[in-house]
T-cell receptor, first 116, second 114 residues
Framework: DQQVKQNSPSLSVQEGRISILNCDYT??????FLWYKKYPAEGPTFLIS?????DKNEDGRFTVFLNKSAKHLSLHIVPSQPGDSAVYFC???????????????FGKGTKLSVIP | DAGVTQSPTHLIKTRGQQVTLRCSPK?????VSWYQQALGQGPQFIFQ???????QRGNFPDRFSGHQFPNYSSELNVNALLLGDSALYLC?????????????FGSGTRLTVV
């Protein structure tokens, strides 16, 4: 049973336009949601996060929106740049429960291509 | 400041063999997690080590085992390799006191089982 779902395997966007990547989850115990970016031959790199008590978090060109009632989050990139081309993973974690907490549950990823 | 270091970067093993993968966490980090990323999939949690003990485990068989050393480095061992164990194995570290966005990932070890 996949608890974190990214239903779009790929997305192409023109440079300068907005990229919107979507993620759905099923586990209502998730307290933290994260987006990771991955280039080929590299490990995932943390991009932005949001806790379940917020509905929006912004960091420069990146904004994450959380809709808890719909169990849905999205990552907006504005404006998109060719260097943003990568695989984006949505991940989620349950809150603290002692040593060993915060294991991440990942979606399958969305490959973003930003066309110059 | 070195990040998470994993070795080797690539490995080819025969079905039935055993393999050991190694991870050195980022300086200042004391918690190490291992993830398996199969082709076309997201990383899947294997287990997490803190204070030299396995603290949490994902849905992986006992063929997967690990160890954490006093210097916080870690090993992942896989016995009786199956073709389906072919994947990218990622190590992630963080400081135990930090929230989940404190994870730093290594570049991974690409394991191919033939």
């Amino acid at each position: 049973d996949q608890q974190v779902k990214q239903n779009s395997p790929s997305l192409s966007v023109q440079e300068g336009r907005i990229s919107i990547l979507n993620c759905d989850y099923t586990n209502s115990m998730f307290d933290y949601f994260l987006w990771y970016k991955k280039y080929p031959a590299e490990g995932p790199t943390f991009l932005i996060s949001i806790s379940s008590i917020k509905d929006k978090n912004e960091d420069g060109r990146f904004t994450v929106f959380l809709n808890k009632s719909a169990k849905h989050l999205s990552l907006h990139i504005v404006p998109s740049q060719p260097g943003d081309s990568a695989v984006y993973f949505c991940a989620a974690s349950v809150g603290y429960s002692g040593a060993g907490s915060y294991q991440l549950t990942f979606g399958k990823g969305t490959k973003l291509s930003v066309i110059p | 400041d070195a990040g998470v270091t994993q070795s080797p970067t690539h490995l080819i093993k025969t079905r039935g063999q055993q393999v050991t993968l190694r991870c050195s966490p980022k300086s200042g980090h004391d918690t190490v997690s291992w993830y398996q990323q199969a082709l076309g999939q997201g990383p899947q949690f294997i287990f997490q080590y803190y204070e030299e003990e396995e603290r949490q485990r994902g849905n992986f068989p006992d063929r997967f085992s690990g160890h954490q050393f006093p210097n916080y480095s870690s090993e992942l061992n896989v016995n009786a390799l199956l073709l389906g164990d072919s994947a990218l194995y990622l190590c992630a570290s963080r400081s135990a006191g930090h929230l989940p966005y404190g994870y730093t990932f290594g570049s991974g070890t690409r394991l191919t089982v033939v």
